[in-house]
């Protein structure tokens, strides 16, 4: 559940900040010319920060369902 957060307009890419309670913090980044997500920050309550960039955006691209497949637990 996200409690609160907050937008940033005013950088290079358009940043939205989530605080999420009892979880940590998650910040999503979007192209300012087009507002696609770049890519996504995040930082858990012990304050370690996982950084994802997404470089090869593709959109409405159809993807085989063995790609999104879960596999059985034994």
Known sequence: MILKGEIN????????KYFME??????FFFD????????WEIIDLNRNITNFKIINLVKNEELGKKIFQIPKIN
């Open 9 to 16: 307009l005013e950088n290079e890419t358009y940043e939205a």
């Open 22 to 27: 009892k979880k940590g913090e998650i910040t």
């Open 32 to 39: 300012k010319n087009n507002l696609d997500l770049t890519g």
